[in-house]
């Protein structure tokens, strides 16, 4: 999360030593609402990183959303069934009309592959030299034009390479460095994102796996249901995540062709990762911004790196590099840029930095537990209590919260039941990632 | 004093049926040198068998010299009393004398005495032409009637031959209790418009008509006195003034009397440190700059913020001066307490729009800080104990009559109820502060007087074991104030003020490290001040700084390694002015104040400065070129005239109307992008690609007293423009940051504002009652988007407080018992607020509303209190007294902040206080 999760927790402190000395202050919440009713509409939020590589483009489009509630369901809660936690609340700009258009009247127009998401008809790569406009026309009929969109200048991307470090922190793990050259234009300001793919497997996978049929928890006098141990039919061991990067990272070089950046850190991963455990790649892109784009990510980011003792930072409204077509005032979040790109992917293991040494911790707490397999019917109405023991297996099976682990030869739990079982994070590697191997996977 | 007039009266009628003539044979011989008159007259008497009548009281303590052999009496008697005010009257044919103090005798009665019929004939007695004696002086009928508690004062004495149109009056005003000197005493002629101000020494001189005047002598903390006088001719009247006992413990913001209507210049203030003793605030702490927040104009931007923003301006544009050398963080404890020792604190004298002509560098106010100067006579001091800080100053004679040492301190110990909480993330936290001052004072003779001060104060505190903050102010002056001839004043001052606050880091693992800064500026001012005739007082002088800034330096700490050690260049420059100004009466009613301050500066090397592409963005992407310059080149200089005019007029002898215009440049500016100020706040000169700020104010007023002066009110609008004033790009890195320019925005700003002020200064209620409307906007405006705020439309500005009302009120009940109160009132400050998210760059954000387009909830707070005086008694060791005061009584939970924080995936906006609950506190106070 880029967002300022802590910043302020420092100022608490700040206050907390004020209050604490004086003993009379408090910090105490204030009701939003009126906050709320600020913005008679969403903005329209634009992102697209648009590059000289040829390949279909993309633009997104969205609506920034009032709600100060950020929770996503890219965290995930071991008590909650999967897919039931609260939900990304990224409204998708839908319906929209795209088109880049060249200063001399070339069109290239996108079309909507996924809500929100709009791809180029045709694959194409952004020419130096060349002026090009964005244009959006969303369905409620109101047209937009982006800033004139140039490309700066080209750098190449040399090498990326992993080393073990330890950082200025003090924290040890694998620093991945960039080394570039200028090559033409203006290029002395580069961006860097990334996607990083890994490969993880579930600790606690068993070949068989729980089989619920026939379920009927308000059945009386007991639920019905049949509970079988089956092999597996899904691939759910080895799994493979990937995830793009969301954070800013910028170099500057002096102006100039032929100069070089050397070991540029742009991505640090602490030993303990979890992510670096078993096999580890990561794809970094080299962007070469221009001023106006990189004093924009430049901002974003600040925006985030808040978490300075005394920086209680004046914050202020970022705009987008697009406008309403007719000059009507109208904010538009997120930034359109034109770069050029050079991209460069490189894997390693574990033991490739770390030979021999522990692996780091998996994520999540991994206990075998045991509970009775059945459970008092939902509509029984009679007395109850005295049963002070852990939700039933069949219950958590139906919810889709744990994965078999074995029979309960130790007798475990402290209403042991016939099975052991584990959450289903430890035994079922599809709640972290994708159970087929990508396409440009090297082992 | 009946007596007098009766005798004045049998004397003259007694004098009338005689005339007058010179005997030549009564003869004196002897020497006389400083001989007690009433010993020599029975000499005389017995040498020359004259009787001489005289009241004792006229000749006691006149000494007379002179040297005779066979010299007639008259002449050896015009030779002793010469440089007395007695006159002697021969009647030798009788054989008598008459001493008479002040008088002459006449002979005739003066035109007019008898209303004359029209076509008489004038009579002449005289055998002496009338042209050579002066008009006699007599008293007004009306006021030969009063009882009067002091006696009238005689000064100097008619002599014949001398007829002037006015006379010199010339003297010193002391205190009586400590024998020093008082300055600034507001000498004012009744019924006309002339006043005379003393100068440092005490000293002052006032010319005047032969006659009767009333002489009214006001200033800060002194008892006001009313002195009639007759003159006669040339001479001497000194002043012993009493403490103002009983403004002791009333509220007193004193600009004095005259002052409000009568002096030329708006937006000036003055309060005197022992005068505010009685407001409550927080914890007990007397605190003259808080004092100063509840005057029309002058705002901070929040409860405990230490910045002061007068008139619409920021922080950083404010000159506070403190024995007029610069200190540049008056407060303790993130602005909660002031870091002047309020024993030692005289009063300070706030400008807020055209300041005194020696002043600059700071564009929107000057905050002219005094401390006291000490007890010549015997040693005294005052001290007291609250809940948070002990201070002590005490008063030491060095040589009676001439010179005194002031020494204060003052220590904080918060740290017993920082223990004594049972919070743990407070248990490794601490904060400690005090303040220091030594100012020694000394009346080298009537001309020259020499001043010194020290001050040192520091602050440390920590949140968590492994880091400390810690900053202090440092300053030292010396201050020769020399008269040159008797139109001539000057003063040569040397000052030296330093600023530094630091980071230690001792964490557990090699990250540790030290951070430093610091700024010292080294100034000289040579001020005269000349009394050019006609009215005019021309004020001129230069004066030089020399600044040295070590922006920053961090280095790893003991065990560190992992640090990379930053060493920001240090930086200096030189500032200097010269000035040159008027103040003079055009007419009876109108006065002018005129003057020009040429300020210069220069940024001097050695030192590297970029240059960047023209055309765009200044940033780290824009870089052009790295100059570097040599040691004392000047990289830049900066420079104009500053103007500063004001004029009055009087509408009647207690209404005027006033305007005024300055304009001014500011070189060195605050690097701060928090919405409140900082402890580690830098201070940045101007530089290559750091322009200076420049401004204009122009104000208009109104003012008008009541009641004899009893009530004063003011109505004073203001409309004010600056320009490349500093601000930031949003989420700016100000620190250790070698290349500031590229975060720095500069915009213009304007501020308006209208300020009434209703004080009423005697009687056992009184107070102030301070209502501001003012707006203050700031614009960022650039064809770059990332140096935009607000899409370059001016917005309101951190501490933009349209309606702002305060009213301080004290009223003594008995002689002990006082109370006081304090009501504050403020419009919320304008905030930024987050209006809602949106996923960009794989991340969730939140997005903000335009600058400042929000405001906190108002703010308002009423404070009590009580002061107790222990007796009087004429031998108690210390007199003493007790201050039992409840801050914010209503308990009202004013917002000092409003922040955002992501908690379990939700933003809340949070609102802290300061001081959420009543906050009662007792304080012991002690002098003797």
């Given at each position: 999360?880029?967002?300022?999760?802590?910043?302020?927790?420092?100022?608490?402190?700040?206050?907390?030593?004020?209050?604490?000395?004086?003993?009379?202050?408090?910090?105490?919440?204030?009701?939003?609402?009126?906050?709320?009713?600020?913005?008679?509409?969403?903005?329209?939020v634009v992102e697209a990183t648009l590059t000289d590589e040829?390949g279909?483009q993309q633009v997104l489009l969205?609506?920034?959303?009032?709600?100060?509630?950020?929770?996503?369901?890219?965290?995930?809660?071991?008590?909650?069934?999967?897919?039931?936690?609260?939900?990304?609340?990224?409204?998708?700009?839908?319906?929209?009309?795209v088109?880049l258009?060249?200063?001399?009247?070339?069109?290239?127009?996108?079309?909507?592959?996924?809500?929100?998401?709009y791809?180029s008809?045709?694959?194409?790569g952004l020419q130096s030299?060349v002026e090009y406009f964005l244009?959006i026309?969303?369905?409620?009929?109101?047209?937009y034009t982006s800033d004139p969109l140039r490309i700066a200048g080209a750098a190449?991307?040399?090498?990326?390479?992993?080393?073990?470090?330890?950082?200025?922190?003090?924290?040890?793990?694998?620093?991945?460095?960039?080394?570039?050259?200028?090559?033409?234009g203006d290029a002395q300001r580069l961006r860097y994102a990334?996607?990083?793919?890994?490969?993880?497997?579930?600790?606690?996978?068993?070949?068989?796996?729980?089989?619920?049929?026939?379920?009927?928890?308000?059945?009386?006098?007991?639920?019905?249901?049949?509970?079988?141990?089956?092999?597996?039919?899904?691939?759910?061991?080895?799994?493979?995540?990937?995830?793009p990067s969301?954070?800013v990272v910028q170099a500057s070089?002096?102006?100039?062709?032929?100069?070089?950046?050397?070991?540029?850190?742009?991505?640090?991963?602490?030993?303990?990762?979890?992510?670096?455990?078993?096999?580890?790649?990561?794809?970094?892109r080299q962007y070469v911004q221009d001023a106006d784009a990189f004093g924009f990510f430049e901002a974003l980011k600040?925006?985030?790196?808040?978490?300075?003792?005394?920086?209680?930072?004046?914050?202020?409204?970022l705009t987008a590099n697009m406008?309403?077509?007719?000059?009507?005032?109208?904010?538009v979040l997120g930034y359109i840029e034109a770069v050029s790109v050079s991209a460069?992917?490189?894997?390693?293991?574990?033991?490739?930095?770390?030979?021999?040494?522990?692996?780091?911790?998996?994520?999540?707490?991994?206990?075998?537990?045991?509970?009775?397999?059945?459970?008092?019917?939902?509509?029984?109405?009679?007395?109850?209590?005295?049963?002070?023991?852990?939700?039933?297996?069949?219950?958590?099976?139906?919810?889709?919260?744990?994965?078999?682990?074995?029979?309960?030869?130790?007798?475990?739990?402290?209403?042991?039941?016939?099975?052991?079982?584990?959450?289903?994070?430890?035994?079922?590697?599809?709640?972290?990632?994708?159970?087929?191997?990508?396409?440009?996977?090297?082992? | 004093?009946?007596?007098?007039?009766?005798?004045?009266?049998?004397?003259?009628?007694?004098?009338?049926?005689?005339?007058?003539?010179?005997?030549?044979?009564?003869?004196?011989?002897?020497?006389?040198?400083?001989?007690?008159?009433?010993?020599?007259?029975?000499?005389?008497?017995?040498?020359?068998?004259?009787?001489?009548?005289?009241?004792?009281?006229?000749?006691?303590?006149?000494?007379?010299?002179?040297?005779?052999?066979?010299?007639?009496?008259?002449?050896?008697?015009?030779?002793?009393?010469?440089?007395?005010?007695?006159?002697?009257?021969?009647?030798?044919?009788?054989?008598?004398?008459?001493?008479?103090?002040?008088?002459?005798?006449?002979?005739?009665?003066?035109?007019?005495?008898?209303?004359?019929?029209?076509?008489?004939?004038?009579?002449?007695?005289?055998?002496?032409?009338?042209?050579?004696?002066?008009?006699?002086?007599?008293?007004?009928?009306?006021?030969?009637?009063?009882?009067?508690?002091?006696?009238?004062?005689?000064?100097?004495?008619?002599?014949?031959?001398?007829?002037?149109?006015?006379?010199?009056?010339?003297?010193?005003?002391?205190?009586?209790?400590?024998?020093?000197?008082?300055?600034?005493?507001?000498?004012?002629?009744?019924?006309?418009?002339?006043?005379?101000?003393?100068?440092?020494?005490?000293?002052?001189?006032?010319?005047?008509?032969?006659?009767?005047?009333?002489?009214?002598?006001?200033?800060?903390?002194?008892?006001?006195?009313?002195?009639?006088?007759?003159?006669?001719?040339?001479?001497?009247?000194?002043?012993?003034?009493?403490?103002?006992?009983?403004?002791?413990?009333?509220?007193?913001?004193?600009?004095?009397?005259?002052?409000?209507?009568?002096?030329?210049?708006?937006?000036?203030?003055?309060?005197?440190?022992?005068?505010?003793?009685?407001?409550?605030?927080?914890?007990?702490?007397?605190?003259?700059?808080?004092?100063?927040?509840?005057?029309?104009?002058?705002?901070?931007?929040?409860?405990?913020?230490?910045?002061?923003?007068?008139?619409?301006?920021?922080?950083?544009?404010?000159?506070?001066?403190?024995?007029?050398?610069?200190?540049?963080?008056?407060?303790?404890?993130?602005?909660?307490?002031?870091?002047?020792?309020?024993?030692?604190?005289?009063?300070?004298?706030?400008?807020?729009?055209?300041?005194?002509?020696?002043?600059?560098?700071?564009?929107?106010?000057?905050?002219?800080?005094?401390?006291?100067?000490?007890?010549?006579?015997?040693?005294?001091?005052?001290?007291?104990?609250?809940?948070?800080?002990?201070?002590?100053?005490?008063?030491?004679?060095?040589?009676?009559?001439?010179?005194?040492?002031?020494?204060?301190?003052?220590?904080?110990?918060?740290?017993?109820?920082?223990?004594?909480?049972?919070?743990?993330?407070?248990?490794?936290?601490?904060?400690?502060?005090?303040?220091?001052?030594?100012?020694?004072?000394?009346?080298?003779?009537?001309?020259?007087?020499?001043?010194?001060?020290?001050?040192?104060?520091?602050?440390?505190?920590?949140?968590?074991?492994?880091?400390?903050?810690?900053?202090?102010?440092?300053?030292?002056?010396?201050?020769?104030?020399?008269?040159?001839?008797?139109?001539?004043?000057?003063?040569?001052?040397?000052?030296?003020?330093?600023?530094?606050?630091?980071?230690?880091?001792?964490?557990?693992?090699?990250?540790?490290?030290?951070?430093?800064?610091?700024?010292?500026?080294?100034?000289?001012?040579?001020?005269?001040?000349?009394?050019?005739?006609?009215?005019?007082?021309?004020?001129?002088?230069?004066?030089?700084?020399?600044?040295?800034?070590?922006?920053?330096?961090?280095?790893?700490?003991?065990?560190?390694?992992?640090?990379?050690?930053?060493?920001?260049?240090?930086?200096?420059?030189?500032?200097?002015?010269?000035?040159?100004?008027?103040?003079?009466?055009?007419?009876?009613?109108?006065?002018?104040?005129?003057?020009?301050?040429?300020?210069?500066?220069?940024?001097?090397?050695?030192?590297?400065?970029?240059?960047?592409?023209?055309?765009?963005p200044?940033s780290?992407g824009?870089?052009?070129?790295?100059?570097?310059?040599?040691?004392?080149?000047?990289?830049?200089?900066?420079?104009?005239?500053?103007?500063?005019?004001?004029?009055?007029?009087?509408?009647?002898?207690?209404?005027?109307?006033?305007?005024?215009?300055?304009?001014?440049?500011?070189?060195?500016?605050?690097?701060?992008?928090?919405?409140?100020?900082?402890?580690?706040?830098?201070?940045?000169?101007?530089?290559?690609?750091?322009?200076?700020?420049?401004?204009?104010?122009?104000?208009?007023?109104?003012?008008?007293?009541?009641?004899?002066?009893?009530?004063?009110?003011?109505?004073?609008?203001?409309?004010?423009?600056?320009?490349?004033?500093?601000?930031?790009?949003?989420?700016?890195?100000?620190?250790?940051?070698?290349?500031?320019?590229?975060?720095?925005?500069?915009?213009?700003?304007?501020?308006?504002?209208?300020?009434?002020?209703?004080?009423?200064?005697?009687?056992?209620?009184?107070?102030?009652?301070?209502?501001?409307?003012?707006?203050?906007?700031?614009?960022?405006?650039?064809?770059f988007r990332d140096?935009?705020?607000?899409?370059?439309?001016?917005?309101?500005?951190?501490?933009?407080?349209?309606?702002?009302?305060?009213?301080?009120?004290?009223?003594?009940?008995?002689?002990?018992?006082?109370?006081?109160?304090?009501?504050?009132?403020?419009?919320?400050?304008?905030?930024?607020?987050?209006?809602?998210?949106?996923?960009f760059n794989n991340?969730?954000?939140?997005?903000?509303?335009?600058?400042?387009?929000?405001?906190?909830?108002?703010?308002?707070?009423?404070?009590?209190?009580?002061?107790?005086?222990?007796?009087?008694?004429?031998?108690?060791?210390?007199?003493?007294?007790?201050?039992?005061?409840?801050?914010?009584?209503?308990?009202?939970?004013?917002?000092?902040?409003?922040?955002?924080?992501?908690?379990?995936?939700?933003?809340?906006?949070?609102?802290?206080?300061?001081?959420?609950?009543?906050?009662?506190?007792?304080?012991?106070?002690?002098?003797?």
């Amino acid at each position: 999360m880029l967002l300022n999760r802590r910043p302020y927790r420092t100022v608490h402190a700040i206050l907390g030593l004020i209050l604490g000395v004086l003993a009379t202050g408090c910090v105490e919440e204030l009701e939003l609402d009126s906050v709320e009713e600020v913005l008679e509409e969403p903005l329209l939020v634009v992102e697209a990183t648009l590059t000289d590589e040829v390949g279909v483009q993309q633009v997104l489009l969205s609506r920034s959303s009032p709600r100060l509630d950020l929770e996503t369901d890219t965290i995930y809660n071991p008590f909650l069934p999967f897919g039931l936690g609260a939900r990304d609340s990224v409204d998708d700009e839908t319906g929209a009309q795209v088109r880049l258009r060249t200063g001399s009247g070339g069109v290239v127009d996108f079309f909507e592959a996924e809500p929100g998401k709009y791809l180029s008809e045709t694959p194409f790569g952004l020419q130096s030299g060349v002026e090009y406009f964005l244009e959006i026309t969303r369905s409620n009929g109101r047209e937009y034009t982006s800033d004139p969109l140039r490309i700066a200048g080209a750098a190449g991307l040399d090498r990326i390479y992993a080393e073990r470090e330890t950082n200025a922190f003090g924290v040890e793990g694998v620093q991945i460095y960039a080394d570039a050259t200028t090559l033409q234009g203006d290029a002395q300001r580069l961006r860097y994102a990334y996607e990083e793919t890994y490969k993880v497997i579930a600790p606690f996978w068993d070949e068989n796996e729980f089989r619920l049929t026939n379920y009927d928890p308000c059945a009386l006098p007991e639920p019905t249901y049949t509970l079988e141990i089956v092999p597996r039919e899904v691939q759910n061991q080895v799994c493979y995540n990937t995830v793009p990067s969301e954070t800013v990272v910028q170099a500057s070089l002096p102006a100039g062709t032929g100069n070089t950046l050397q070991r540029f850190p742009v991505r640090f991963i602490p030993r303990d990762d979890f992510i670096i455990t078993h096999r580890y790649s990561i794809l970094v892109r080299q962007y070469v911004q221009d001023a106006d784009a990189f004093g924009f990510f430049e901002a974003l980011k600040r925006f985030s790196q808040t978490e300075s003792l005394f920086s209680q930072v004046q914050p202020g409204a970022l705009t987008a590099n697009m406008n309403r077509s007719d000059g009507t005032d109208e904010n538009v979040l997120g930034y359109i840029e034109a770069v050029s790109v050079s991209a460069q992917r490189i894997f390693f293991n574990y033991d490739d930095l770390f030979p021999g040494e522990p692996l780091p911790p998996y994520p999540f707490v991994c206990i075998e537990h045991s509970s009775p397999e059945s459970h008092v019917s939902y509509c029984f109405s009679g007395p109850t209590g005295g049963d002070d023991c852990p939700q039933s297996i069949i219950e958590r099976v139906n919810l889709g919260l744990s994965t078999y682990t074995g029979e309960n030869i130790n007798n475990i739990g402290t209403c042991p039941g016939p099975y052991t079982y584990v959450n289903r994070v430890c035994g079922d590697c599809t709640l972290l990632g994708e159970n087929t191997v990508p396409d440009f996977w090297e082992e | 004093m009946n007596r007098v007039r009766h005798l004045l009266l049998l004397v003259a009628l007694a004098l009338l049926s005689t005339s007058r003539l010179e005997a030549q044979q009564a003869e004196i011989s002897g020497d006389y040198n400083q001989t007690l008159l009433g010993e020599v007259v029975p000499e005389l008497e017995a040498q020359t068998g004259l009787k001489f009548f005289f009241l004792p009281e006229w000749v006691a303590g006149v000494e007379v010299s002179g040297s005779f052999s066979n010299t007639p009496v008259g002449e050896a008697l015009n030779t002793l009393l010469e440089g007395t005010p007695l006159n002697a009257y021969l009647r030798l044919s009788e054989g008598r004398v008459y001493l008479l103090r002040n008088t002459l005798i006449y002979e005739e009665l003066p035109d007019g005495f008898f209303p004359l019929e029209t076509d008489s004939t004038p009579v002449t007695v005289s055998s002496r032409p009338r042209a050579q004696a002066p008009a006699p002086v007599f008293l007004p009928e009306a006021v030969r009637e009063d009882t009067r508690a002091l006696p009238i004062a005689r000064i100097g004495k008619a002599s014949e031959g001398q007829q002037r149109a006015a006379y010199l009056i010339r003297g010193q005003a002391r205190n009586n209790q400590t024998g020093e000197p008082v300055a600034d005493l507001a000498i004012r002629v009744g019924g006309t418009n002339r006043i005379a101000v003393t100068n440092t020494q005490g000293q002052y001189q006032l010319e005047l008509p032969p006659g009767y005047h009333v002489l009214t002598a006001t200033a800060m903390g002194i008892r006001e006195m009313k002195r009639e006088i007759l003159l006669y001719g040339d001479g001497t009247l000194d002043f012993n003034l009493e403490e103002g006992v009983q403004q002791l413990t009333e509220v007193v913001v004193e600009a004095d009397a005259a002052r409000n209507v009568e002096q030329a210049s708006t937006g000036s203030e003055q309060i005197g440190s022992e005068e505010s003793k009685n407001i409550p605030l927080v914890l007990g702490e007397r605190d003259i700059l808080q004092v100063a927040k509840t005057l029309p104009g002058i705002s901070s931007a929040g409860e405990g913020a230490s910045g002061i923003n007068v008139r619409g301006g920021k922080t950083d544009q404010n000159l506070v001066l403190l024995d007029d050398a610069v200190i540049y963080n008056p407060t303790h404890f993130f602005g909660i307490f002031q870091a002047l020792n309020p024993f030692t604190t005289e009063r300070v004298d706030i400008y807020k729009g055209a300041a005194p002509l020696e002043f600059g560098g700071r564009l929107a106010s000057v905050f002219d800080i005094r401390s006291k100067d000490g007890n010549t006579q015997e040693l005294s001091g005052e001290g007291s104990v609250g809940p948070v800080t002990a201070n002590l100053a005490l008063e030491i004679p060095v040589v009676k009559d001439k010179s005194s040492l002031v020494v204060g301190g003052r220590g904080a110990y918060a740290d017993w109820i920082l223990r004594s909480l049972d919070d743990e993330s407070l248990s490794n936290s601490g904060a400690s502060f005090f303040d220091g001052i030594v100012r020694y004072t000394d009346q080298l003779n009537e001309n020259n007087r020499l001043e010194t001060t020290a001050y040192y104060s520091r602050d440390a505190f920590s949140i968590t074991s492994d880091s400390l903050y810690r900053y202090s102010n440092a300053l030292a002056s010396v201050r020769w104030d020399h008269r040159i001839g008797e139109k001539t004043g000057a003063v040569l001052f040397f000052g030296n003020s330093d600023y530094r606050f630091g980071i230690d880091y001792d964490g557990p693992s090699n990250t540790d490290f030290r951070l430093d800064y610091g700024i010292n500026e080294t100034q000289m001012k040579y001020r005269l001040r000349t009394e050019a005739g006609k009215g005019h007082t021309l004020d001129y002088g230069i004066t030089g700084k020399y600044y040295s800034v070590s922006p920053g330096s961090r280095e790893a700490g003991a065990s560190g390694t992992a640090v990379a050690p930053i060493d920001i260049p240090r930086e200096q420059a030189f500032e200097g002015a010269l000035f040159l100004g008027d103040a003079f009466d055009l007419t009876d009613r109108l006065r002018l104040d005129v003057g020009v301050r040429l300020a210069f500066f220069a940024a001097l090397g050695p030192g590297s400065q970029r240059t960047y592409a023209e055309g765009q963005p200044i940033s780290e992407g824009t870089v052009r070129d790295t100059l570097n310059y040599g040691s004392l080149e000047a990289i830049k200089t900066y420079g104009g005239p500053e103007v500063r005019a004001s004029v009055r007029y009087l509408l009647a002898e207690d209404f005027s109307v006033k305007a005024s215009f300055n304009n001014a440049y500011q070189f060195v500016h605050t690097l701060s992008n928090n919405t409140t100020i900082s402890p580690i706040d830098t201070w940045k000169l101007s530089d290559l690609n750091i322009r200076p700020q420049t401004g204009y104010q122009a104000s208009l007023g109104f003012y008008k007293n009541f009641a004899d002066n009893a009530y004063e009110v003011s109505l004073e609008g203001y409309y004010k423009r600056m320009d490349d004033v500093l601000d930031f790009k949003t989420g700016a890195n100000l620190l250790l940051n070698p290349h500031v320019e590229t975060q720095v925005l500069q915009g213009e700003g304007k501020a308006y504002g209208v300020e009434f002020l209703l004080k009423k200064e005697k009687g056992k209620l009184n107070g102030w009652l301070g209502y501001t409307y003012s707006r203050s906007f700031y614009r960022l405006d650039s064809e770059f988007r990332d140096e935009r705020v607000n899409n370059g439309a001016f917005f309101p500005s951190n501490f933009d407080k349209p309606h702002d009302l305060s009213l301080i009120a004290n009223y003594r009940l008995t002689r002990r018992y006082s109370f006081s109160m304090n009501f504050v009132y403020q419009t919320g400050r304008p905030v930024t607020y987050p209006i809602g998210t949106f996923r960009f760059n794989n991340a969730d954000l939140v997005f903000y509303s335009d600058r400042n387009r929000f405001r906190i909830p108002d703010y308002y707070r009423l404070d009590l209190g009580i002061n107790i005086e222990g007796n009087h008694k004429k031998d108690k060791l210390a007199h003493s007294f007790w201050t039992i005061s409840v801050y914010n009584v209503l308990g009202r939970n004013n917002p000092y902040s409003v922040f955002f924080v992501t908690e379990g995936g939700e933003v809340k906006a949070l609102q802290s206080s300061i001081f959420a609950i009543p906050v009662p506190s007792i304080t012991y106070n002690f002098k003797f």
